[in-house]
């Protein structure tokens, strides 16, 4: 019997730790961002300000990672379950010998 390696669990896990990876990566973006700020040699209404708009800055590069990820996993899930449907009158044929 022939499996195919493109299961719900893989892919579940999969996208777990890509959603890590990029959890992560925000946090060391945020965290990279905080520290060069202040250290800059501004007043703090000018810091704050700065502060404000590099951290939606982030959010939005965040969030537009996010939403690519997320397309380009469902595309993938996509293309293997056609590639399994596709494969399916093979594998009755190595079912039968």
Do not use: C, H, Y
């Not at 896990?13 to 990566?25: H, V």
């Amino acid at each position: 019997m022939v499996e195919f390696r493109f299961g719900r669990s893989e892919i579940s896990a999969r996208r777990k730790t890509i959603a890590n990876a990029f959890i992560w990566m925000g946090v060391g973006l945020g965290l990279g961002a905080l520290a060069g700020l202040l250290t800059a040699p501004k007043s703090g209404k000018l810091l704050r300000k700065d502060m404000q708009r590099k951290a939606d800055e982030a959010r939005e590069a965040v969030e537009n990672l996010g939403k690519r990820a997320g397309d380009f996993l469902e595309r993938g899930e996509e293309l293997a379950e056609a590639a399994a449907r596709k494969a399916e009158p093979v594998t009755r044929l190595f079912r039968r010998a």
